[in-house]
């Protein structure tokens, strides 16, 4: 019998799954020549306490309960004060940056490099019931629980499968399991009101934003008071200040007295339907900051005041040279791994030291305080990588997990903003693991998302809106949340939602010129190049299918597009209108099929030739020697 190679893929990901080939963390690449890296071992977790007082933190998990892939960027470009700093260095370049040796697992869990490779010998990270076992190991290492203090800093409830079909309150209780005590949020903003509120009335821990504000009119109403009301006052935290949560919580920790202030990502309605948050305003607040930290200082007698944040590494960095008064921030959104503090002096000359802790719960970031009489000293930090072929399963969280899995599609579950659309007739009677683990197609290519530009799962993305809509032209929004995908393995619906779920993921086909693309990419591209930080919306750059397209980041606002051609080489004539594909409107419900069953669907017809043909990675200027960039598979100029 002879197999093509579609066929001889999907053969060996069914061994590999049955165990007949090595997956475990120290196996080698199941190729002979291949060079065997180090193991990664228990060792590595090994952390006795070097301080008082040990702050943990996880974000951007992004709802993977269950251990997954996940690519780190060959692109992340820095412009102007960022060129060349952290977190926008990547692969061999970011290894000599951390001085870390290629070839082992921290090389594997914090670069690009190698990753089909690298990823077949260590096996997968992240899975919840994974990470319960290593914050309980580190939380032991510290003299016991009461010494710590674990932080969430949001993107918690969304992104996967299961928290669409419960609108995040399966991520609730897994956070409730894992012993999560303060969080802030961002992508939970993306289901209403309601549900924010009930979601946050069952969680054990709590949820911290000094930057959201209740808007003047809904204070005035009643319908939004007898909202919180319903809710226990959630909602409402004060009234006379226009606060809808707490800004801040002192912690007894180990004898020490900790501040923990929170910070919601900002930039909140500018990116997601205000349309579900109506009563809400967001933004950086850096006053309002100031003022909070000024009054703890003052009034609560504390050894150290850190900010648990979601704004991005970049913002975090520059509030940490204007905000003084901030020991440390536990930064999020940006999904950046960085095993190192960034120490930024503030303006009165102390230090703030800058953190961020990944995604997808690939990693823990563990900060042991140094206090001696009251006064901090100075801090230890590491970023844990969580490699699930090494820490053991919690049962509790897995018996969680797996019940989870068992749990029904009914006719209560809202998949789209269109209510003739909500529930999904085929789905229901059926569990959620039979659901998910629908088998779609074998991956011929390695599939992922994370990077400025475009990714390999973006390019099904786009492809699957093209001709779902006979579409000349597809857009695909830069988001960097989604799993990755080894070639030959299966691809299966829980991975298609690990991509596409969102509480807005209707499709829509309409006209746009040459001209009018060329406004949207550069006002995107502006967001992302925007050398001001405090500027960015932050996301990356639009992905697209059917057009090819030049790009010079470090040119100025209206001039950093150029060349703009459909796949055939025809250039786009800025008064002729193109059919233009796409999902995700903020401010729109498209009358399209929802993004998960139309690449669903692309998957399933084209199951027989999963290879891609092209991926529209744009010709890029200007960035030869930006060390935020390596391995570009398009054209550099």
Not at 223 to 252: C, L, Q, W
Not at 290 to 309: C, F, G, N, P, Y
Request: with cysteine; proline share 4%; net charge negative.
């Amino acid at each position: 019998m002879s197999l093509n190679r579609r066929e001889f893929l999907h053969v060996m990901s069914l061994a590999a799954a049955a165990g007949m080939l090595p997956g475990t963390a120290g196996a080698m690449s199941s190729s002979p020549e291949k060079k065997q890296g180090a193991a990664a071992t228990m060792d590595m977790y090994n952390l006795p306490m070097n301080g008082k007082v040990r702050l943990l933190h996880i974000t951007d998990t992004h709802a993977q309960l269950k251990p997954i892939y996940f690519r780190e960027p060959n692109v992340n470009l820095g412009t102007g004060p960022a060129f060349g700093k952290l977190p926008h260095v990547v692969g061999t370049k970011l290894l000599k940056e951390l001085n870390l040796k290629p070839g082992t697992p921290l090389a594997h869990a914090f670069t690009y490099l190698n990753f089909q490779d690298a990823s077949e010998q260590y096996g997968k990270v992240g899975g919840f019931a994974h990470l319960k076992t290593l914050l309980d190991k580190l939380r032991e290492g510290a003299g016991g629980r009461e010494n710590t203090l674990t932080m969430d800093g949001g993107d918690l409830w969304h992104g996967s499968g299961t928290a669409l079909f419960t609108r995040g309150q399966d991520m609730v209780e897994a956070s409730n399991l894992i012993g999560v005590d303060i969080m802030t949020g961002h992508w939970e903003f993306t289901y209403k009101e309601e549900e924010v509120l009930r979601n946050l009335g069952q969680f054990k821990g709590e949820f911290l934003a000094q930057n959201i504000r209740i808007k003047e009119d809904s204070l005035f109403g009643d319908e939004y008071r007898e909202m919180t009301e319903r809710h226990n006052g959630i909602g409402m935290y004060s009234e006379d200040d226009g606060r809808a949560f707490k800004p801040y919580t002192v912690k007894v920790i180990n004898g020490e007295r900790i501040a923990v202030v929170g910070q919601a990502f900002p930039r909140t309605a500018n990116a997601n339907p205000q349309s579900n948050f109506p009563d809400w305003s967001f933004g950086l607040r850096e006053d309002a900051l100031q003022e909070t930290v000024d009054h703890i200082r003052e009034t609560e007698k504390v050894a150290a005041v850190v900010m648990i944040s979601h704004n991005g590494m970049d913002v975090d960095i520059k509030m940490a040279s204007r905000v003084s008064g901030i020991d440390a921030i536990f930064g999020g959104h940006t999904h950046d791994g960085i095993p190192k503090t960034i120490p930024v002096k503030n303006p009165e000359g102390g230090v703030c030291h800058v953190t961020n802790a990944g995604s997808n719960a690939k990693y823990v970031g563990c900060m042991d305080l140094d206090i001696q009489n009251g006064k901090l000293r100075g801090v230890h930090y590491n970023l844990l990588p969580v490699f699930s072929n090494v820490l053991p399963a919690d049962e509790t969280v897995k018996k969680y997990i797996d019940n989870l899995y068992t749990r029904k599609y009914d006719n209560a579950i809202i998949e789209s903003r269109d209510p003739a659309r909500a529930v999904n007739k085929d789905r229901l009677g059926k569990t959620y693991g039979e659901i998910l683990s629908e088998e779609l197609a074998v991956a011929e290519d390695t599939l992922y998302r994370r990077g400025n530009f475009m990714g390999t799962w973006d390019q099904i993305i786009v492809n699957s809106l093209r001709e779902e809509h006979d579409a000349q032209i597809a857009m695909s929004a830069g988001v960097r949340w989604g799993t990755s995908v080894l070639a030959g393995e299966m691809i299966t619906m829980e991975r298609v939602m690990d991509e596409t779920s969102m509480t807005y993921g209707e499709t829509y086909k309409s006209e746009l010129t040459g001209a009018q693309m060329k406004d949207i990419l550069e006002g995107i591209c502006e967001n992302l190049f925007q050398k001001d930080p405090y500027l960015q919306s932050g996301g990356d750059m639009v992905r697209l299918g059917g057009m090819d397209y030049t790009c010079e980041p470090n040119a100025s606002f209206g001039n950093r597009i150029s060349d703009l051609r459909l796949d055939d080489g025809t250039p786009l004539e800025a008064s002729k209108s193109y059919s233009v594909a796409g999902w995700a409107q903020v401010d729109t419900v498209g009358d399209g099929r929802l993004m998960w069953d139309v690449a669903a669907d692309y998957l399933r017809n084209h199951k027989q030739d999963m290879k891609l043909k092209k991926v529209n990675h744009p010709k890029l200027k200007g960035v030869k020697n930006n060390p935020g960039i390596e391995d570009y598979a398009g054209d550099l100029a």
